[in-house]
């Protein structure tokens, strides 16, 4: 069965790199030891760092004892905050098909996707920390 959920490879590795600074106290990390302790590409993860740093999640420095490093908000980021910061917020649309193909006057999925939502925005919830 394939999932209703998707998170981008992006998401994927903003959440990665955001935990491992976390848990690997140093004053900065470069992007290419990162990607390489991350084994990803330092391309991808460099623009990944960037839209982190655009949401004020890490703090880049420049110079040869530069890197990225967490910011105080990044410390404290929600998974939910750090998706977005990649991803752009994002609405569930009122009905999944745009010509009210089911001819209910409520949708027979509304209950199912509802409760999920709310589960799964459970889950944004949780801090880098928590898991």
Do not use: W
Not at 8 to 13: D, L, M, T, W
Not at 49 to 58: F, Y
Not at 70 to 95: M, V
């Amino acid at each position: 069965m394939q999932s209703l959920i998707r998170v981008s490879a992006a998401s994927i590795i903003a959440v990665h790199s955001m935990d491992y600074m976390l848990k690997n106290k140093k004053p900065a990390y470069s992007a290419r030891e990162l990607a390489g302790k991350m084994k990803v590409s330092y391309n991808h993860l460099s623009k990944v760092l960037q839209r982190l740093a655009a949401g004020n999640l890490v703090a880049a420095y420049r110079g040869p004892s530069g890197g990225y490093l967490l910011t105080e908000k990044g410390k404290r980021a929600r998974l939910g905050e750090i998706i977005n910061a990649i991803e752009g917020e994002s609405e569930r649309p009122p009905c999944f098909m745009s010509t009210k193909t089911c001819g209910r006057s409520r949708c027979v999925l509304k209950n199912f996707l509802d409760k999920t939502s709310r589960e799964f925005n459970k889950l944004l919830n949780l801090k880098l920390g928590d898991f």
